[in-house]
């Protein structure tokens, strides 16, 4: 399995930006699909983020589109999160999840947590109002 590490989360003023980064040591990010979840404190861990293993489908909960961004560079190995004009209620643990699609179609994205194979230790976004 590949493993994660998320790098980039702070506290922010409401009305700011952050880029989270999720690093991938082990096997190349090539052969994944990547999303990104979000844990606020007693809430479950929710769906942000997707980008399918060749990068050409990206998927984005409602609440976050027009404002978030991901994006992945094969080159360095890592998937991104860029999150502009940030809310309180961005407030959160944000996690990076891998998916191995090497058998599968390369387009898809996926939403949803038991799809994800790799997860990281997760990253703390703290956006002050």
């Known amino acids: 399995q590949v493993q994660l590490v998320e790098s980039g989360g702070g506290l922010v003023q409401a009305g700011g930006s952050l880029r989270l980064s999720c690093a991938a040591s082990g096997r190349t990010l090539g052969s994944y699909a990547m999303g990104w979840f979000r844990q606020a404190p007693g809430k479950e861990r929710d769906f942000v983020a997707a980008?399918?293993?060749?990068?050409?489908?990206?998927y984005y909960t409602n609440s976050v589109k027009g404002r978030f961004t991901i994006s992945r560079d094969s080159a360095k190995n890592t998937a991104y999160l860029q999150m502009h004009n940030l809310k309180p209620e961005d407030t959160a643990v944000y996690y990076c999840a891998a998916k191995d699609t090497t058998y599968k179609a390369g387009s898809y994205y996926y939403t949803r947590r038991h799809e994800y194979d790799s997860w990281g230790q997760g990253t703390q976004v703290t956006v002050s109002s």
């Open positions: 980008i399918s293993r060749v990068a050409d489908s990206t």
